[in-house]
């Protein structure tokens, strides 16, 4: 794989349990003639892992990070921007999981109509 260009880009990671949100600035990789940059490394990649966005949390807070957390996958969500334009979204998922979870069959249904 050739990466062709980045940009920089502001990823949003939500707090689940308390629904605060920091802003981490990253940048994201154009590979191969692709028309958009990669996003792997944060939907299935180790940013994906909620060790990670742990640490990018609570650096983003000018906190100290502890690096013994353990891995998992739904403590954090992230939104991701390309200045305002939003590129890749978690925090809807989340909610509607959240919320089909909280309220059983009928609000499942609807979700997946």
Not at 42 to 71: T, V
Request: net charge negative; aromatic share 14%.
């Amino acid at each position: 794989m050739t990466v062709e260009k980045s940009i920089d880009v502001a990823i949003h990671i939500r707090k689940n349990s308390s629904g605060e949100i920091r802003i981490w600035k990253d940048a994201l990789f154009y590979f191969d003639g692709s028309e958009f940059p990669s996003i792997f490394i944060w939907e299935d990649g180790n940013y994906s892992c909620d060790c990670n966005r742990h640490i990018f949390f609570s650096q983003a807070g000018n906190e100290d990070a502890d690096f013994d957390q353990d891995c998992s996958d739904a403590e954090y969500s992230v939104n991701i921007y390309d200045g305002d334009k939003l590129i890749y979204s978690e925090f809807d998922a989340v909610v509607r999981q959240n919320t089909t979870a909280k309220s059983g069959t009928e609000e499942k249904q609807k979700w997946n109509s």
